[in-house]
Each structure stands twice: as structure tokens, then as C-alpha cells.
């Protein structure tokens, strides 16, 4: 069975940074893209990040360029988000995301989420 | 960045009626579009990839159509566990994007 399981959200002041942590277990970790997508509080869905199956390729939305960093390690089948200088609008559930794909990517599977809260 | 525009916002429908969700793109996608179905307080559930597939798992009266720009989702008989938001999302770009969502509420 596939398992995303996210850690390390809380609380964070606006400045500052946060890592995720993304755990997968049920599935080869390293042949498949995977992503960050995240959901602020009664709004819609936003996707955050991705990153190819080697790492090498990453793309990041434009709201957080320069500030995030998508990341993988695929000895410890874990995927990471390094968020700095955090804003008050990056308060959000962070989900990760498994990308598989069949003529078409798309988001197959998704952990339970992480809350992120950027106040002071 | 590529744009993703659903309609309607909101929909209240009756158990039993047909429900048509639109979700326009903002440049021609060819069939890379795929729909989710979140329920409050979980994680989003794939339902239809490469627009028209059906997800292993997910009921048959769901289906979607559509190529270019312009994209459906149909629930053929709703069911009381379909009230939920639907979103629609693009991955022709590799910069993602999602529809704003379709709330889907009980008449």
C-alpha cells in the first residue's frame, strides 16, 4: 500500500523557516516524480513543487521561487520542501504528492498533509 | 503559466440529478487534464486522469470529456457521498496548475 506521510509544519514566525518532510513507503520511491501541492484555509488547491526522479529536475510556482526548495533523498524514499523567509500568505495544509504517470501526469496519491502557520 | 477556470463555483443538486462540472484551460492542453474530489477536512481523491480515464476505484457514474481547452466532468446519478469540491488540474506544463474548485452542495 502506498503511504505519503508528511512531518515537521507548525507554527513559524513571518522571516522565518520551516523543512518538510515527506516519508513514502509502498511503492519504489526513486521511479517516480514527486511534488508538494498546498491548500490555505478554506481555499482552493495550489501546487507548490515538483522534482524528477533523480532530483536534478525541479520546478517551483512563481510565489515561491527563491524562498522554497524542493528536494529529494531516494536512499531514505523521502522528499523534503525547504521554505524560508515565510510569508503570512504560505500558511497552508502542505500535502506531498506522488506524480505517477500513464499517458498523462497526475497526482495519485496524497499524504494526509502538514499544517503550516506563519504568524506572529 | 497555464490558467485553469472552472464553472460553476458553486452547484446545489439533488440526490439522483445529473451534475456537469466545466473547467476551461487558458492555452490548448491536449488531454492532460485531470479531475479531483476533495471531502472536507481530507486529502483530494484522484477521479479522472488524462481527461477522460476513470481511476481504478472511482464508481462509473463518473466521467469526463474534452480536449484543447475545454474539459467536462458528468455524475450521471448523484449520490449522497458526492457532495464534496471538485477541482480540475493541468500537467501539459510542468508548472502545474488547479481550477479554483466546484462546490457541489445538496439542494
Known amino acids: 500500500e502506498v503511504q505519503l506521510v508528511e512531518s515537521g509544519g507548525g507554527l513559524v514566525q513571518p522571516g522565518g523557516s520551516l523543512r518538510l518532510s515527506c516519508a513514502a513507503s509502498?511503492?519504489?520511491?526513486?521511479?517516480?516524480?514527486m511534488g508538494w501541492v498546498r491548500q490555505a484555509p478554506g481555499k482552493g488547491l495550489e501546487w507548490v513543487a515538483n522534482i524528477q526522479q533523480g532530483g536534478t529536475e525541479k520546478f517551483h510556482v512563481d510565489s515561491v521561487k527563491g524562498r522554497f526548495t524542493i528536494s529529494r533523498d531516494n536512499a531514505k524514499n523521502s522528499l523534503y520542501l525547504q521554505m524560508n523567509s515565510l510569508r503570512a500568505e504560505d500558511t497552508a495544509v502542505y500535502y506531498c504528492?506522488?506524480?505517477?504517470?500513464?499517458?498523462?501526469?497526475?497526482?495519485?496519491?496524497w499524504g494526509q498533509g502538514t499544517l503550516v502557520t506563519v504568524s506572529s | 503559466d497555464i490558467q485553469m477556470t472552472q464553472s460553476p463555483s458553486s452547484l446545489s443538486a439533488s440526490v439522483g440529478d445529473r451534475v456537469t462540472i466545466t473547467c476551461r484551460a487558458s492555452q490548448s492542453i491536449s488531454s492532460y487534464l485531470n479531475w479531483y474530489q476533495q471531502k472536507p477536512g481530507k486529502a483530494p481523491k484522484l477521479l479522472i486522469y488524462?481527461?477522460?480515464s476513470l481511476q481504478s476505484g472511482v464508481p462509473s457514474r463518473f466521467s469526463g470529456s474534452g480536449s484543447g481547452t475545454d474539459f467536462t466532468l458528468t455524475i450521471s446519478s448523484l449520490q449522497p457521498e458526492d457532495f464534496a469540491t471538485y477541482y480540475c488540474?493541468?500537467?501539459?506544463?510542468?508548472?502545474?496548475?488547479f481550477g479554483q474548485g466546484t462546490k457541489l452542495e445538496i439542494k
Open positions: 504528492v506522488r506524480e505517477r504517470y500513464s499517458g498523462n501526469y497526475y497526482f495519485d496519491s
Open positions: 488540474q493541468q500537467s501539459y506544463s510542468s508548472l502545474r496548475t
Open positions: 509502498g511503492f519504489i520511491f526513486s521511479s517516480y516524480w
Open positions: 488524462a481527461a477522460s
